[in-house]
């Protein structure tokens, strides 16, 4: 029985970059970094905005009045995003193009229980997974073209707001993401700052935050042509020659999904890194590897994964810095390399299952540096990804503690919890800085209620919280 609506629908609207103005960029093949995700589902993001004394003296439709316009604003620096991704018949790549008249589609819904609000925007508690659904908009896609991000607003009046935005996964990786919403931030809180809603006004991004489109950065130093095995794969999938842009359905999680939000203080991360040194002294203990090492375990043992199979976690690892020469962190675009670390379930089961998994992940990142970041690239099989999505023992991340994304303030105060919603369809489990700040650091996962409800206990047990 379908489940009736928890927002009404207030508008659907378009909005462009400012009238006017000459967008930074038109047209921008994609790279073979970017093909690889080319039919992926986007990545949807959620961010929970509470009234404040500064909010509050704010209306409705000023507040609308002031996101509109710092969006039309920041799509003067993003012109790309608010147009649409084609493969042309003449064309060896897909091109994300922009032209005049194209804008990004934006919702405005307002929920139909404001008194919500504070359920959905907990830590603590488990909230059904299904919940977000209506708070995150639907990237528009066809065989022919699709678009590049979609946005949502939902009101709960009296109380706060929501941002929900989905990115194609083909045109933006995490930080060029992440970079696109603070833009849109820094614009908003500026006009917000300075009284001015109007669209008269212009606002200039900081340094770190211009997008750098220049594909000349990227290089394929294999020489084995990777854009081609990608794209030529994409192809064969339903093929030959298909160039379907259609994004990727996949299979929406069970009814019984929860999602739960886990930090590790500062000082938790001092005592798993205590735990391993005490048994191994020679690895390399990044934030990052502990944090993505417990929780493996943790997820491992509440699944009660069968031990004689093989557990997988894959992550993805930013590539500006590790190319030669580096790519420039602003560059607009995906630069990212999934990597993929494994140990016997057993193993991670077992006693030293930290240990096991910690290393099992610092392994996989050494071989990196090792070996070179694009070493083993042309052994990635798309086609093969869909088989691995929510299987119980094989694991993803998304997002990363470095991206900071409870900075991201437009003007009335910083998000009180931000959500990856797509990960119920995908298995991976969020990744994040902590809302408390202090070095801390926010994992989310969806799970079977009784299933998280191991998880919770694991999580706890492991730092002497029962």
């Known amino acids: 029985m379908e489940q009736p609506s928890s927002v009404k629908l207030v508008e659907i609207c378009r909005v462009a ?13 994609l790279t073979y970094f970017d093909s690889l995700w080319l039919r992926f589902p986007p990545v949807q993001r959620l961010y929970f905005y509470e009234s404040t004394s500064s909010s509050s003296t704010t209306t409705t439709d000023s507040l609308l009045a002031y996101l509109k316009t710092s969006l039309s604003l920041t799509l003067k620096h993003f012109g790309p995003l608010a147009g649409n991704l084609t493969w042309p018949q003449d064309s060896p790549r897909p091109v994300l193009s922009y032209v005049e008249g194209d804008a990004v589609s934006l919702t405005v819904a ?4 404001a008194d919500n609000f504070d359920h959905l925007s907990s830590n603590s508690v488990f909230v059904e997974s299904r919940a977000y659904h209506p708070l995150v908009p639907q990237l528009e896609s066809s065989h022919e073209r ?7 607003i939902t009101l709960f009046p009296g109380r706060g707001f929501a941002i929900g935005t989905a990115m194609h996964h083909a045109i933006l990786d995490g930080k060029t993401s992440i970079s696109f919403v603070k833009s849109w931030a820094h614009a908003c809180s500026k006009q917000v700052e300075n009284g001015v809603s109007d669209i008269g006004s212009d606002v200039s991004l900081p340094e770190k935050l211009k997008p750098l489109y220049d594909r000349t950065v990227i290089h394929d130093w294999t020489g084995l042509g990777l854009e081609s095995i990608y794209l030529n794969e994409w192809q064969n999938m339903d093929g030959p020659n298909n160039r379907s842009l259609k994004i990727w359905e996949l299979k929406a999680p069970p009814d019984d999904s929860v999602r739960g939000i886990f930090e590790f203080t500062r000082a938790n991360i ?5 735990m391993v040194v005490e048994k191994v002294s020679d690895l390399h203990l990044s934030t990052f590897s502990l944090v993505c090492a417990y929780t493996w375990v943790c997820l491992v043992k509440a699944q009660e994964v069968e031990a004689g199979k093989t557990s997988y976690q894959g992550f993805s690892v930013d590539c500006r810095s590790r190319l030669d020469p580096p790519v420039p962190e602003n560059y ?3 630069c990212t390399r999934g990597v993929l670390a494994f140990a ?3 193993e991670v089961l077992g006693e030293d299952g930290l240990v096991v998994a910690v290393t099992a ?8 540096d090792k070996n070179g970041v694009l070493k083993g690239a042309d052994e990635v099989y798309v086609s093969k990804f869909k088989d691995y999505l929510g299987v119980d023992g094989v694991y993803s991340t998304a997002g990363s503690h470095r991206f900071q994304i409870y900075d991201t303030d437009f003007g009335w105060g910083t998000p009180t919890k931000v959500e990856v919603v797509s990960i119920d369809r995908t298995g991976a489990f969020s990744v994040s800085d902590s809302k408390n700040g202090g070095g ?10 009784h299933v998280m409800e191991a998880f919770a206990s694991l999580f706890a047990k492991g730092f002497g919280k029962h």
Do not use: C, W
Request: charged share 25%; proline share 6%.
């Open 270 to 274: 001092q005592t798993l890194r205590q």
């Open 361 to 368: 992940i610092s392994e996989a990142i050494k071989g990196l």
């Open 17 to 29: 970059p400012k009238p006017g103005a000459q967008v930074d960029l038109l047209s921008l093949p």
């Open 440 to 449: 801390g650091v926010e994992v989310g996962v969806v799970l079977k209620k």
């Open 332 to 334: 607009f675009g995906n």
């Open 110 to 113: 307002e929920s139909t229980d």
């Open 146 to 152: 699709a678009a590049a991000i979609a946005l949502q």
């Open 344 to 346: 016997e379930a057993k």
